[in-house]
């Protein structure tokens, strides 16, 4: 039962994926398709923090390298498909020097570095209006026109960026279960026993913050067409705290986490809207007391309960081959 487990529970929720816009308006729409564009997000931030262990507070910053590059590509008339991997390459590029200071300092001061990064991206996108329109952003960015498929419409821009994400993903699985992606957890656990064993830390950290960094552009490449309206305010440092909380919410170091994170934190406010003024107050406590009471997310917080309610069985090592002994 265990093995069929995984498959069957991934089989729902892309059957929720497919059925989640079905007779919903375009603003719930809009809301679920911000949830998988930041969820892309949060799966590079969690590259780089959970299974690596460098600290980055400049993720919505690289969201804003890739929606800027694809909107200046795509108002230049090239297509969406081409912008979008330039976008990525780009902020490929700028993680890996991004990544540069965090082989000589960590923690707090690692997380200093990239805040000031991310201040820097939104000066420049602020005041060098010659290229990115200033204060007053960039607009008519127009949605990807493919010969089989219009996203024009709101809900087929959903389901283009349900293919886009389950693409993200399925790519991001095989990183993190391949050697290097347990080459980034040997490097989080302890970077001088990893060295010690053959593993080259420098080139995984940059490694670490340049393919979070291509994921964080992937994820701006997304914006630009959805909102077909950007400007610097909508990438400050708080859009990458709320990445940073969706990742620790969800779990850090988990692969489902950012999807989770990202839920709780687009979804859940719009499901509290009922309860009118008082929604944000709600959202806020539950966040808060699920940091203190399971620190490691709401996938810590399954885990937990799981091993209460069904504990496994224990048995001696030394009886596994029973009368052989």
Known sequence: MTRFRTPALLLLGLAALILAPVGQGNY???????????????????LTLG?????????????????YVTALMTLGGIHWI??????????FVVGLVVGFPALRVQGHFLAFVTLAFNTLVFLVLRNEDWLTGGVYGLVGMERPDF???????????????VCVFLVAAATMWWIVHSPWGRAFKALRENPI??????????????LAFAIGSAYGGLAGSLVSPLVQFIEPGSFALVHSLRILLMVVVGGAGFFFSPMLGAAVVILLPEL????????????????????????????????RLR????????????MAKGPQL
């Open 28 to 46: 719930i729409i809009y809301t679920l398709c911000s949830w998988l564009i930041f969820a892309i997000a949060a799966m590079g931030l969690n």
């Open 51 to 67: 299974y690596a262990g460098q600290i980055s507070l400049a993720q919505a910053s690289f969201m804003a390298i890739g929606a």
């Open 82 to 91: 081409l912008a979008m991997p330039s976008s990525m390459v780009a902020c």
């Open 147 to 161: 010969i089989v498929f219009d996203t024009s419409s709101q809900i087929a821009f959903y389901y283009f960026t």
């Open 193 to 206: 026993r990893a060295e010690s064993l053959g593993v080259d830390t420098r080139r995984l950290t940059l």
């Open 272 to 303: 509290l809207r009922f309860t009118e003024g008082y929604y944000l107050i709600i959202y806020a406590t539950a966040v808060i007391v699920l940091m203190v009471f399971c620190p490691s997310g709401l996938i810590g917080l399954y885990g």
């Open 307 to 318: 091993d209460r309610l069904f504990p496994k069985r224990q048995e001696r090592g030394d």
